[in-house]
Nanobody
Framework: QVHLVESGGGLVQPGGSLRLSCPAS????????MGWYRQAPGKQRELVAA???????NYADSVKGRFAISRDNAKNTVYLQMNSLRPEDTAVYYC???????????????WGQGTQVTVSS
């Protein structure tokens, strides 16, 4: 089994900050790209940020300059530092990772359950 568990979501005022964490655990041989998606009620799910095992990053235009994705390969963990938060950032944030399963021997994309981020005054 492989599990991804997001943490760090919550309620924050506009202009505030949150830091999301997502460790991967289980039958892991190797972790490749990791990242974050988000989905607000009534809207499509969108990619927020992604990071390769080598550290290359990609961000949605709406979060560039405000959010920063990072990872700790030794801990199989991806992070999302969110600064200058806006009400439109309110969404459920989902962690994902492309992982080679140590028993199955093939690469599969795994998803976390999501963590709620609410930006409101």
């Amino acid at each position: 089994q492989v599990h991804l568990v997001e943490s760090g979501g919550g309620l924050v005022q506009p202009g505030g900050s949150l830091r999301l964490s997502c460790p991967a655990s289980g039958n892991i041989f190797r972790v490749y790209t990791m990242g974050w998606y988000r989905q607000a009620p009534g809207k499509q799910r969108e990619l927020v940020a992604a990071i390769t095992v080598g550290g290359n990053t990609n961000y949605a235009d709406s979060v560039k300059g405000r959010f920063a994705i990072s990872r700790d390969n030794a801990k199989n963990t991806v992070y999302l530092q969110m600064n200058s938060l806006r009400p439109e950032d309110t969404a459920v944030y989902y962690c994902y990772a492309q992982i080679t399963h140590s028993l199955l021997g093939r690469t599969i994309e795994y998803w976390g359950q999501g963590t709620q981020v609410t930006v409101s005054s």
